[in-house]
């Protein structure tokens, strides 16, 4: 059997066909596409259409290659999400999570309901991007307009399949889910003034079939398939495909941003919790992934464009290691780096202001960078320790970051853990299995696990 797993992150897409060959998950990539934001008169949105015809472009190709997919599921981001009127038709710009429209929403919140009663609720941390605010900053004329909400990828699900339904990892990233019942908190949305009507239906688990292809896209796409829902959001997929032995490992899912943390059968929604700021998401198993968001990869990609891409990511990592003599750092998990005119001038102006010499070059600059992450993820294991009351003994980095030898080093040294690096492709691989298990040709996850430390390269990088 042949599954497709789109998977679909802030920088970009891939189109990924899995299948087991003599006994290892075998991946072959279909179709390549690049995303981003783009500014709609004041506000940076996606381009959702552009993005569906990539989809479907991917979809073209698997089947001029003759590689017909017996299902296929796609994952994105969090957070964001696509309103629709009575009809099912988008209405409005679909948003991203760095617009900066929501300044203020958590303020104007807590006029009538606590953060604290808020994160007691929902266990997610304070995130000025977070689906609640966003909606609370939505023009109120569109609010009424609208009869339907989807996220992101339950909106590109609907697309291919005409059935709306908003699947539980996503819908777990918004703070409307309340932690303990799973379903939509109606206090939650009566204080922040949002219809409960847009939310009819409890969210579904991963796993969910949607049935088939519309007529319409089997024609477009040249073949018909199953769309099963994997863990939508693309960390429950990532986690997903840790390929941990044991409870004592720390997760990290590295991209874009990098989700550090672990599972958890209950939500930890304490003072303590909510103070560190982490947050309680949803997994594929029914679990909770306790973990914190820290600005990842998202400040090389931002200094890769402004730099005009002259160097290769795996570049970057080698000159990092040249410039390993600079010793200052800054805080990788503050919010002025989310969303910076100029990512080099703000990291230069965070040196500045406590005290530090700027970087010489761009060796410095890059070093500064992963040894800034490198002790940001120390830091924040040490407090994953306190909040659970469990000690780690090793580190498992799935995503594209876990290709970053240079990272990975630091990071054993700076955490005193052994790290264990891959597989790269980790939200795609969590996607496939989600399929795999849904069509009966994987048992459960635990298989599916095994079934991945069997078939990929795992690097280990021990502190030195």
């Not at 900053?137 to 992101?152: C, E, M, N, R, S």
């Not at 294991?381 to 876990?402: D, H, P």
């Not at 691989?429 to 048992?443: D, P, R, S, T, V």
């Amino acid at each position: 059997m042949k599954h497709l797993a789109i998977d679909i992150g802030a920088s970009g897409g891939r189109h990924i066909i899995g299948e087991i060959k003599d006994g290892k998950l075998m991946l072959t990539e279909i179709y390549r596409f690049e995303n981003g934001m783009v500014p709609s008169g004041d506000q940076l949105c996606w381009d959702i259409d552009t993005l569906f015809a990539h989809i479907i472009s991917g979809m073209q190709e698997c089947a001029k290659q003759g590689i017909i997919p017996d299902s296929v599921g796609i994952d994105t981001w969090g957070v964001d999400y696509v309103l629709l009127d009575q009809d099912g038709q988008r209405i409005g710009p679909v948003v991203a999570y760095r617009d900066n429209r929501t300044d203020l929403m958590d303020q104007k919140l807590e006029e009538t309901f606590s953060f604290e009663a808020l994160y007691t609720r929902c266990g997610i941390a304070k995130q000025p991007f977070n689906t609640l605010y966003q909606l609370m900053a939505t023009d109120p004329a569109l609010l009424a307009q609208a009869k339907h909400f989807l996220f992101v990828p339950d909106y590109l699900h609907y697309l291919l399949t005409d059935q709306m339904e908003v699947e539980y990892t996503i819908a777990s990233t918004s703070a409307l889910l309340n932690a303990q019942t799973r379903d939509w908190d109606a206090d939650i949305l009566n204080a922040a003034g949002i219809p409960l009507s847009l939310f009819p239906k409890l969210p579904v688990p991963s796993g969910t079939s949607l049935g088939r292809l519309t007529p319409q896209i089997q024609a477009l796409v040249g073949f018909d398939c199953e769309v099963i829902l994997p863990a939508s959001h693309d960390t429950g997929s990532a986690y997903m495909a840790v390929p941990a032995k044991d409870e004592s490992a720390v997760y990290l899912s590295s991209g874009t941003w990098s989700l550090l943390g672990v599972e958890n059968d209950q939500p930890i929604t304490s003072t303590d919790s909510m103070d560190a700021n982490f947050t309680n998401e949803g997994s594929y198993n029914g679990t909770y992934r306790f973990l914190k968001n820290i600005m990842g990869l998202w400040m090389l990609q931002s200094i890769r464009k402004e730099q005009g891409k002259k160097y290769s990511y795996a570049q970057m990592a080698d000159l990092a290691l040249l410039g390993k003599g600079y010793p200052h750092t800054i805080n990788a998990t503050d919010d002025r780096f989310l969303s910076p005119s100029c990512m080099i001038d703000e990291i230069n102006l965070a040196l500045s202001e406590q005290g530090s010499p700027l970087p010489a070059n761009d060796e410095e600059l890059l070093a500064c960078i992963n040894h800034s992450l490198a002790i940001c993820y120390a830091g924040e294991i040490k407090k994953l320790e306190q909040l659970t009351g469990k000690t780690f003994t090793s580190l498992n980095i799935v995503g594209g970051g876990s290709q970053n030898l240079t990272l990975n080093q630091w990071t054993a040294d700076a955490t005193g853990l052994p790290v264990y690096a891959g597989p790269s492709e980790g939200t795609a691989l969590g996607n496939l299995i989600a399929q795999m298990i849904a069509q009966g040709e994987l048992k459960d996850l635990s298989a599916a696990r095994e079934l991945i430390r069997f078939s990929f390269d795992i690097k280990t990088f021990t502190p030195q």
